[in-house]
């Protein structure tokens, strides 16, 4: 019997839903708002993240997913159900195949909790990638050749690197930096040394709008909005790019530090390759301007950023289900 198969990048920040043959049909935020009072779900994705720092003491709009791994049990669950019944219709007659992309880190424990969720909220099977695996097969990497490649993954929650050859990881780190934490240095910043305190929203913007891994040639700007620390009232300021890039330094160094590790650990054939090839970088943090040029000159390896970065697990989800034989021993772990 024919059982449809989804693949799902259940991101910190985002989630991205793959359909073999139908591409990517859902990109919403990872965010769940609940009433307090009955513990019901009362928004998912894009409405649920106009909520965010906006909601009366009876309703939080919260990301039930911190660092890339289940928080919050229950309400992860809700989304992932959210997603399945949104692409592909709440009646269903069969219940679908579901890959979901996890931290290259996570623990046997976290893993279980995914694949527990997933089979909770209406799978008929759960299979389990690893990101860095899943980006690379998005980046269009030929993964199953006996020849090192390298994948730099930097997500909303974490940041995946591996060297992959022969379908398998050889070297691998996962760290807990990503985007949540580039706006979490720029909250700080702008608090410190402008005394305003910024929402999570509008932290996210300014990384997009003038953010930089490394000063700009031409220094951008942009108006801020916020509270005045001091007198507690509205307050306008303008930022700068050096500001931004000056915010991120700290977090960008452990980002380099395990490209360094992962290099470290290395054996020296495939070293060799990955110099020959570069280094290949996927995740929503990728599109930071200048990232790739901060990690090159600090590793003397050439770096490149994917097509689509921000799409790069969820394509992979889906192609590898399209080719669920090929990839299933080495790759996935499964519960039916």
């Known amino acids: 019997m024919f059982h449809k198969r989804i693949g799902i990048d259940l991101g910190t920040t985002n ?26 779900v009362l928004a998912v994705g894009d409405e649920a993240k106009e909520m965010l720092g906006r909601t009366p003491d009876t309703i939080v709009a919260r990301r039930p997913l911190k660092d890339g791994v289940i928080a919050d049990y229950r309400t992860t669950e809700a989304m992932i159900r959210y997603f399945i019944n949104k692409a592909i219709g709440g009646v269903r007659f069969f219940q679908p195949e579901v890959m979901i992309a996890v931290p290259g880190g996570i623990t046997s424990t976290e893993r279980r909790a995914v694949i527990d969720a997933t089979l909770a909220a209406g799978a008929k099977a759960a299979y389990i990638i690893k990101e860095p695996v899943a980006a690379a097969i998005g980046a269009n990497i030929p993964i199953g050749s006996a020849s090192g490649h390298m994948i730099i993954d930097i997500g909303g929650g974490t940041t995946e690197i591996a060297i992959i050859s022969l379908g398998g990881i050889v070297a691998n780190t996962s760290v807990r930096i990503g985007g949540t934490k580039l706006d979490a240095a720029i909250q700080e910043s702008v608090r410190k040394k402008y005394g305003l305190a910024i929402g999570e929203r509008t932290a996210e913007h300014m990384k997009i709008t003038i953010g930089s891994a490394l000063p700009l040639e031409e220094t951008l700007s942009l108006e801020v909005r916020g509270r005045d620390v001091i007198s507690g009232l509205p307050k306008t300021i303008t930022v700068t790019s050096d500001d931004v890039t000056e915010a991120v330094q700290d977090e960008l160094s452990g980002i380099v530090h395990a490209v360094k590790s992962v290099l470290q650990e290395t054996p020296p054939e495939l070293s060799a390759d990955v110099i020959d090839k570069g280094m290949i970088m996927s995740g929503g943090s990728a599109l930071l301007r200048n990232i790739d040029r901060l990690i090159a000159q600090a590793t003397g390896v050439p770096a490149y950023v994917a097509d689509d970065p921000l799409l790069c697990v969820a394509k992979g989800t889906g192609i590898a289900l399209e080719n669920l034989e090929s990839y299933k021993r080495s790759i996935l772990s499964t519960k039916t």
């Open 15 to 40: 989630t991205l839903v793959h359909i073999p043959g139908k591409g990517i049909l859902i990109n919403e935020p990872s965010v769940v708002a609940v009433s307090l009072s009955d513990k019901k």
